[in-house]
């Protein structure tokens, strides 16, 4: 029988990092389609604030995807009604900007640890309710995953290792019915990057490097998002999607500005 529609009534979703920005973008367009969405955070005000807005299907639970105790809690909460049929795996973050053989190990690893090891944790234990309502699993990376980002020390390096992780989930459960894929938001006017100074030269990187004008909104992330959910996507799985205005098709933006990197001697004074 075909869904009303909206075309994800009776579903459940859980979207990490929901609160703001491009989770609750792909929050709002999973709830808006029928979907009964649980978000999670660390903030709780933030989430209360989120779930506000996303209206009656929505709810929070306070969770740190790094932390597998709580990431447990997190997705039974989000199972309580009996089944899981989407995740989406958005927590995540950059850290310190420098060239490589300045990077602080604790930092290094922190990026790490919050982008990949953060989606693996949302899978292990998402992945057997996902495997009974043959569901979807849908992490966010980003344009750093595949297009060189210099200075942007283990951001880059996590985005692509969360890449590889869904293609391995895509090919490993895709026998259950599991479907796994991923997106690569580029530049997209969140609170973070609102960060970026508009008259800089590292946003004017950014508008020379894409080929489509201006820069994404949080809802184009989540249109896409909201369609790897759905039967439409039924067939798709393993994929790593660019929704960047065609970013990828040419060159990372230049952050030397913010990291305090000049020219005028590509040695770093090292002999």
Not at 74 to 84: E, F, M, P, Y
Not at 234 to 242: C, E, K, N, P, S
Request: net charge negative.
């Amino acid at each position: 029988m075909p869904r009303p529609a909206g075309g994800l009534e009776g579903t459940t979703a859980l979207v990490s990092g929901g609160g703001t920005g491009i989770g609750f973008a792909c929050a709002a367009a999973l709830a808006a389609d029928g979907a009964s969405v649980t978000i999670c955070g660390r903030t709780e005000d933030t989430l209360k604030a989120a779930v506000a807005r996303l209206g009656e299907r929505a709810s929070y639970v306070i969770a740190n995807v790094t932390d597998e105790e709580s990431v447990t809690a997190a997705v039974a909460q989000a199972a309580s009604s009996g089944r899981l049929d989407t995740v989406v795996a958005n927590a995540g973050g950059g850290g310190m900007l420098g060239p490589t053989h300045t990077q602080d190990l604790a930092e290094f690893t922190r990026v790490l640890h919050l982008n990949v090891l953060g989606t693996m944790l949302l899978a292990k234990h998402s992945l057997p309710h996902l495997i009974r309502s043959k569901g979807s699993f849908t992490g966010v990376s980003s344009l750093a995953g595949h297009v060189t980002h210099r200075w942007f020390g283990a951001y880059p390096v996590a985005k692509a290792g969360l890449e590889e992780l869904v293609r391995n989930m895509a090919d490993e459960y895709g026998p259950a019915g599991v479907r796994a894929n991923a997106v690569r938001p580029g530049f997209t006017a969140t609170e973070l990057m609102e960060l970026v100074p508009r008259d800089s030269p590292v946003f004017a990187s950014y508008l020379e490097n894409t080929p489509l004008p201006g820069v994404g909104e949080p809802e184009d992330v989540g249109k896409l998002v909201r369609f790897l959910a759905g039967d439409e996507a039924r067939w798709i799985t393993g994929q790593v999607i660019d929704v960047d205005g065609g970013h990828h098709l040419r060159r990372g933006p230049d952050y030397s500005l913010f990291a305090g990197i000049s020219g005028d001697d590509p040695t770093f004074g090292i002999s």
